[in-house]
């Protein structure tokens, strides 16, 4: 009986909210972070295979750098929220704590009302970024959408010829003409291999963990918000009560102070 009431009282101390969160967040991070490094991989090889583009000597600013500029914000994403949902995990289990026992010995500190506030603030600017990277990475969706309708569309209609030119999309410079049509051996390579449409899912995989990552951002604010307004309304109870119990002491004392007056002028 006793285990089991343990076990109750341990399970009411988890903040369910904030793990559903962090679960959320955990999910989408670890979807836009692989899917979305395997697609930059994906794109390289085909870039490399059916484009006939290479690595530019010396320290020039390609396009090539600029994804191995992106995988390494990847590792840096992955690691610093898998820091911070750890953070907001305990940042709950305290608020939650600190909410049950309100009445107990446990006493809500001014420093822990200010690291509520922190976090919420912390959280809109993390929600603003995410947003920013899932618009960032709506646009590989689209560009591969163009290759994938182009290849479609040669299937389609026989004798079309349709040409893909980097240069539309900023891959490479304008003086640079690096383009492949469809009576091409390259092109027809390119749609009919699986590498194309592996990195096209890819790309959409990690759009949609970076959306995810959004709606945890948002149940993260939702969360904290709420934490925030429940942690202002104890602190105000607890002013109350301890103001209340310190009046009931002045009372008392008076209350003492003139019997024992009473009972000294009696005697």
């Known amino acids: 009986m006793w285990c089991f009431e343990c076990c109750i009282k341990c399970l009411g101390g ?29 794109t390289v090889n085909i870039l490399q295979t059916y484009f006939e583009m290479a690595r530019t000597a010396g320290d020039t600013l390609d396009v090539f750098t600029m994804i191995d ?27 939650t704590g600190a909410i049950k026992d309100l009445y107990g010995d446990f006493k809500i500190t001014t420093c822990g009302r200010c690291v509520s506030a922190w976090f919420i603030m912390l959280t809109y600017l993390f929600m603003l970024a995410w947003l920013g990277v899932t618009a960032f990475t709506s646009l590989p969706v689209y560009m591969y959408f163009n290759v994938w309708t182009i290849c479609r569309n ?16 900023g891959i490479v410079t304008i003086g640079e003409e ?41 149940h993260y604010l939702m969360v904290l918000s709420a934490n925030w307004a429940y942690v202002k309304d104890a602190c105000r109870m607890q002013k109350y009560e301890d103001i209340k119990s310190k009046e009931e002491q002045e009372l008392h004392d008076i209350h003492s102070t003139r019997s024992k007056e009473r009972l000294n002028a009696y005697t």
């Open 14 to 42: 988890i903040p369910y909210a904030s793990l559903i969160a962090t679960i959320l967040l955990y999910a989408g991070v670890a979807l836009f972070c692989g899917c979305g490094h395997e697609a930059l991989s994906g």
């Open 154 to 169: 040669t299937t389609l209609v026989e004798g079309a010829n349709l040409c893909l030119d980097l240069r539309q999309f």
């Open 69 to 95: 500029i992106f995988k390494y914000v990847i590792y840096g994403i992955a690691a610093a929220f898998f820091v911070y949902g750890i953070l907001l995990m305990v940042e709950g289990f305290f608020t």
């Open 178 to 218: 690096k383009k492949i049509c469809t009576v091409s051996e390259n092109f027809l390579r390119m749609c009919e291999s699986t590498e194309l449409n592996m990195t096209f899912h890819l790309f959409i995989v990690a759009l949609a963990g970076a959306g995810a990552a959004v709606i945890a951002m948002v």
